[in-house]
């Protein structure tokens, strides 16, 4: 009876096919197999791309149409959520376990893995405290976990992870948890997500040297890992997927889709000594995130007409595409041309271009700003806020982050329909894929490895 295989999937946030001439572990890795282009799902940001990547289907069937979550029913948006069970179709660890229960599989720092079935999860979960304070922790399977990974390896530098402190600190501390958890039962199937390549690509740009110096050090910690679980597992069983999840463009242009829909009337803010968007009130607002806006509509007897809204950004400057209709259905964003009360799909998708991102303020004069403006947080904010990278130098030392978004010079979400095909996936072994290949096609590689249909 042959061996059971073993498949580690890194997925590596802004890794492009030109990078491997800067990371020669990644290549060397290429060089016994092959690497092909791969293209990511739209939207191309990071819950949805990993969410298609461990599904194998479009964000329309898991429901994962961007790192913000708006429930129509309740009109509550969450963003950043953080549950396995917000996903509408089983991921590949499910599948793998339903098929063949001898199987152990591990989900290493996926975004949206929180109490997912996988035998290994880690992502972090701080705790807040009655007085406002927060304790750095991560939620784990087993429980326990992660105390004992906070023994040999320290706390998770969740610093390190996002913000303007953000580094190769926190890839380096999940490749050698993942290392350590996995040594007394090696998964045959894991996903281990290395982050680190986003913060520079952003904070000053793709090709800036402080990107290009990120790939090294990323490189050596894939190394580590790769060697370090060859070890453990044997390398003749094992084969690696490095998946690109997207590629990060130079930006020079700032959209705001909120400002344009309050300006036209339609979007309500609240003010108590800073202005706080009024979703309830609303007729349309937008869930900015990078460079795809999603615009909901507040549903009723004045619910202000599609093409009304879609109007508004059509031809505007940083806008290379607005949908809506049975283009969202195309898009494989919505189920439906109009999207139902359980569609988590705006009414109208707004796409930036590649040189543009959109920002998620609504107020119109920065005095109005509300706290949370300032400061790093990712839960209170309509929308993905990337000037969390960054650091206003003249408040040190306090941590107050800039308002001014020409700051930010890297970014993603939008495909280019001439070219989606703009990240690469790495294989260790040939024969393994044929390229080039789309995210959604990822999940069944995994499967196939395994004799899973």
Not at 239 to 247: A, H, N, P
Request: charged fraction near 20%; include cysteine.
């Amino acid at each position: 009876m042959p061996a059971t295989p073993h498949v580690l999937v890194l997925s590596v946030p802004g890794l492009r096919a030109e990078d491997l001439g800067r990371m020669p572990g990644l290549a060397s890795i290429g060089a016994t197999g092959l690497h092909v282009p791969l293209a990511p799902c739209l939207p191309a940001v990071t819950c949805p791309v990993q969410a298609t990547l461990t599904t194998g289907v479009a964000p329309a069937i898991h429901g994962v149409v961007a790192n913000g979550l708006f429930d129509r029913r309740s009109r509550h948006l969450e963003m950043w959520i953080s549950p396995d069970g917000i996903h509408r179709a089983p991921r590949f660890w499910d599948r793998l376990k339903a098929a063949r229960p001898d199987l152990r599989t591990a989900a290493w720092f996926l975004l949206q893995s929180k109490h997912a079935t996988a035998d290994l999860v880690c992502l972090p979960a701080p705790k807040h405290n009655p007085d406002g304070s927060e304790t750095m922790w991560c939620h784990t399977r087993p429980e326990g976990l992660y105390e004992r990974l906070r023994e040999r390896l320290g706390e998770f530098p969740l610093h390190r992870f996002w913000g303007p402190a953000a580094g190769i600190e926190s890839s380096r501390w999940i490749a050698r948890s993942f290392l350590e958890a996995a040594a007394a039962g090696p998964p045959h199937a894991a996903c281990v997500y290395l982050p680190h390549l986003d913060y520079a690509a952003q904070r000053t740009g793709p090709d800036s040297p402080a990107a290009l110096a990120a790939c090294g050090e990323l490189d050596a910690e894939i190394a580590a890992l790769v060697d370090g679980y060859a070890a453990l597992v044997g390398r003749d069983l094992l084969t690696v997927l490095v998946v690109g999840e997207y590629r990060i463009r130079p930006v020079s242009h700032t959209m705001f889709p909120n400002r344009i829909l309050r300006e036209a009337g339609l979007l309500e803010v609240v003010d108590d000594g800073g202005e706080r968007l009024d979703i309830a009130a609303s007729r349309a607002w937008a869930l900015a995130d990078h460079q795809v806006g999603h615009v909901y509509l507040r549903p009723g007897t004045d619910r202000v007409p599609v093409a009304e809204v879609a109007a508004l950004f059509r031809g505007r400057a940083g806008v290379s595409a607005v949908l809506s209709g049975d283009e969202l259905v195309a898009a494989g964003l919505s189920a439906t041309p109009v999207p139902g009360p359980e569609s988590r799909c705006g009414d109208v998708v707004v796409i930036s271009a590649p040189d543009s991102w959109q920002a998620y303020p609504y107020w119109l004069d920065d005095a109005r700003a509300p706290g949370f403006a300032r400061s790093i947080d990712i839960h209170r904010k309509p929308g993905y806020d990337p000037l969390e990278l960054h650091l206003d130098r003249t408040q040190l030392p306090r941590i107050v982050i800039p308002l001014d978004t020409s700051l930010v010079k890297g970014s993603h979400g939008a495909l280019d329909p001439a070219a989606p095909h703009e990240t690469i996936l790495v294989v260790s072994r040939p024969g393994v894929v044929s390229g080039p290949l789309a995210m959604h096609d990822i999940a069944g590689v995994i499967l196939d490895l395994f004799g899973v249909a």
